[in-house]
């Protein structure tokens, strides 16, 4: 089992930053990818950004490709998300998911909220 726990939502206006954080804690060993997704009021959740655990390699949704950044801290067992020039449409629910090569995105935190004003 891995756990996940995020956190750094909170209320921007548009055009502004927000950085998020997801701990890991378990099984951890075995993580093959992290990944942000994200869930808007009467949407699908939707893919955002994913790192591969013990590489780095990254990978971002188009819709956030240059303005966010995925990011890990292997010691730390965290991945970040930093969140830039902010757009109302980027209102959601963020959700961190990692999982073995197995079971990607086989586990789920309990999410953060982002609001970006306009």
């Known amino acids: 089992q891995v756990q996940l726990v995020e956190s750094g939502g909170g209320l921007v206006q548009a055009g502004g930053s927000l950085r998020l954080s997801c701990a890991a804690s378990?099984?951890?060993?075995?993580?093959?990818?992290m990944s942000w997704f994200r869930q808007a009021p009467g949407k699908e959740r939707e893919f955002v950004a994913a790192t591969i655990w013990r590489i780095g390699s990254t990978y971002y949704a188009d819709s956030v490709k240059g303005r966010f950044t995925i990011s890990r801290d292997t010691a730390k067992n965290t991945v970040y998300q930093q969140m830039n020039s902010l757009k109302p449409e980027d209102t959601a629910v963020y959700y961190c998911a990692a999982g073995p090569v197995h079971n990607i995105d086989g586990y789920w935190g309990q999410g953060t909220q982002v609001t970006v004003s306009s």
């Open positions: 378990g099984r951890t060993f075995n993580i093959y990818r």
